[in-house]
């Protein structure tokens, strides 16, 4: 399967400050990236689809300027937590698809913890 | 009621086991439909896809769809305890193929 390399797989940030994960697809061209949310033992929760060269679409109740999302480049999107907080600790997860291609294929995942 | 259906489980089964994993959906415009595996703390791995009805094998895993019922399986064959993961059932409609996903199903293979 395709290859999607995301880091850092832990961060331990204090409170206050921002943080960014990098999702980067190693073999494919990713048209459209999604990031999720994953709290213990809870499925998926979506947070935003990006398509690249576009703005991201944010899911209903996720703040657009706490996570921002960068999708500069068809192998590279980025999240950005600014200003963050404890409440904000969670396991976060990227996946990314090719154009035409309805597979998406995921990160490591990147568990943040906010002191 | 979700868009997609999934029993939590834990579904503990022996070594050697035939494992069926389930699940329903509501929306008729799903067309592909995707099985996950996730180990703790990892992100999830895709297993298998299909496209529209029918059944597909891949070693020991077959999947397969009955969009008239709108239901979905996973079988593992001769089940290991490295199977032991959460299974995590995925579909979309065409166009913007945004998936969306089963809770999942903790499966527990003994020795």
């Known amino acids: 399967g395709a290859v999607v390399s995301q880091h850092p797989s832990w961060v331990i940030c204090k409170s206050g400050t921002s943080v960014k994960i990098e999702c980067r697809s190693l073999?494919?061209?990713?048209?459209?990236m999604f990031w999720y949310r994953q709290f213990p033992k809870q499925s998926l929760m979506l947070m935003a689809t990006?398509?690249?060269?576009?703005?991201?679409?944010?899911e209903q109740g996720v703040e657009k300027d706490k996570f921002l999302i960068n999708h500069a480049s068809l192998t590279l999107s980025t999240l950005t937590v600014t200003s963050a907080h404890p409440e904000d600790s969670s396991f976060y997860i990227c996946?990314?698809?090719?154009?035409?291609?309805?597979?998406?294929?995921f990160g490591q995942g990147t568990r943040l913890t906010v002191v | 009621q979700k868009e997609v259906e999934q029993d939590p489980g834990p579904l503990s089964v022996p070594e050697g086991a035939i494992v069926s994993l389930n699940c329903t959906y509501s929306?008729?415009?799903?067309?592909?439909f995707m099985w996950y595996r996730q180990y703790s703390r990892k992100g999830p791995e895709l297993l298998m896809y299909?496209?529209?009805?029918g059944n597909k094998e891949d070693g020991r895993f077959t999947a397969q769809v009955d969009k008239s019922s709108k239901y979905i399986s996973l079988f593992i064959r001769d089940s290991q305890p490295s199977d032991s993961a959460t299974y995590l059932c995925?579909?979309?409609?065409?166009?913007?193929?945004?998936?969306?996903f089963g809770r999942g199903t903790s499966l527990i293979v003994h020795p």
């Open positions: 929306n008729s415009a799903f067309q592909y």
């Open positions: 995925a579909m979309s409609a065409g166009g913007s193929y945004i998936p969306t």
């Open positions: 073999d494919f061209q990713a048209t459209t």
């Open positions: 299909t496209y529209s009805s």
């Open positions: 996946s990314a698809r090719a154009r035409g291609r309805p597979e998406a294929f």
């Open positions: 990006s398509n690249e060269g576009s703005k991201a679409t944010y």
